[in-house]
């Protein structure tokens, strides 16, 4: 399973970006996807994920800023990114576990593949 995630930049606080991540190797539709961002010297941590079923789970940090969504045909998730905060700066990863439906995974301890990671910078 490949994931490559895309769309990182500098964007303003109070502005837009949209992160994609395309997958590849496995059956797309019946996977649960996640995105995951980290800073230095933190861990990890989740900030939204799809199920296969389209059903949706943010961190209560982004949420009513954020949206995932996914495009089966496309094999493609995205997180878009609406009003930005300077701590919304981080890397951010894309993710999927190896266990196909079930419920979302919230635990970075639960996705097996992930993305290279795409650079996310908000400036104030």
């Known amino acids: 399973v490949q994931l490559q995630a895309s769309g990182g930049g500098l964007v303003q606080a109070g502005g837009s970006l949209r992160l994609s991540c395309a997958a590849s190797?496995?059956?797309?539709?019946?996977?649960?996807m996640g995105w995951f961002r980290q800073t230095p010297g933190k861990e990890r941590e989740f900030v939204a994920g799809i199920g296969w079923d389209g059903s949706t789970f943010y961190a209560v940090s982004v949420k009513g800023r954020f949206a995932i969504s996914r495009v089966n045909a496309k094999n493609t998730v995205y997180l878009q990114m609406n009003s930005p905060k300077p701590e919304d700066t981080a890397v951010y990863y894309c993710?999927?576990?190896?266990?196909?439906?079930?419920?979302?995974?919230?635990?970075?301890?639960?996705?097996?593949?992930w993305g290279q990671g795409t650079q996310v910078t908000v400036s104030s």
């Open positions: 993710a999927a576990p190896r266990r196909d439906y079930g419920p979302i995974p919230q635990d970075l301890t639960q996705y097996d593949f």
């Open positions: 190797g496995r059956t797309f539709s019946s996977a649960n």
